[in-house]
C-alpha cells in the first residue's frame, strides 16, 4: 500500500458488498478496511481514515449506532452515503446526518460503479494535499 493512498472505512452490514467495495477500492488505489456493524467500527477507528463509506440500510439501529459513534469522533472523516435507493432517500439520509454535525461529501447509488470511486478518490485526495 502507498502511504499517500487515502484511507477508506466502508460502514456496510452485507458481506458480498463488503468484499466487493473492499476490491473496487483497493484496485482504484485506496487503503479499505471493511466494517458491518459498531463494534467493529469503534475498533477500525482507533485509526484515523480520510473517507467513511456509510450504508444507509442496515439492520434496525444498526445505522443510527454508526452514525452516533461518527458524531462521536473529536475530528469524523467525511462520509459518502451509500445505498439501492433514489436521490430523494439519499438526499433526505444526507440532510438528517449533516444535522449531526457531519460532513457529507458525496451518495452513491448502488450498484457502485468503479468509475465512480475512483473519481470520488482523486477528490479525497486533491482536498488532502
Do not use: W, Y
Not at 452490514?13 to 466487493?20: A, G, H, K, R, W
Not at 473529536?74 to 430523494?88: E, K, N
Request: charged fraction near 20%.
Amino acid at each position: 500500500m502507498n502511504p499517500a493512498s487515502p484511507r477508506v472505512l466502508v460502514l456496510d452490514d452485507d458481506p458480498d458488498m463488503q468484499v466487493l467495495l473492499q476490491a473496487l477500492l483497493e484496485h482504484a488505489g485506496a487503503h479499505a478496511v471493511v466494517a458491518g456493524d459498531a463494534a467493529a467500527a469503534t475498533a477500525a477507528l482507533a485509526a484515523p481514515f480520510d473517507l467513511v463509506l456509510l450504508d444507509l440500510v442496515m439492520p434496525p439501529g444498526v445505522h443510527e449506532a454508526l452514525v452516533d459513534l461518527l458524531a462521536g469522533l473529536a475530528a469524523a472523516p467525511p462520509i459518502v452515503l451509500l445505498s439501492g435507493s433514489d436521490r430523494h432517500t439519499l438526499a433526505s439520509a444526507r440532510a438528517r446526518i449533516d444535522a449531526r454535525g457531519l460532513t457529507v461529501v458525496d451518495a452513491l447509488v448502488k450498484p457502485v460503479r468503479l468509475d465512480a470511486l475512483a473519481g470520488l478518490l482523486a477528490r479525497c485526495q486533491q482536498q488532502r494535499a
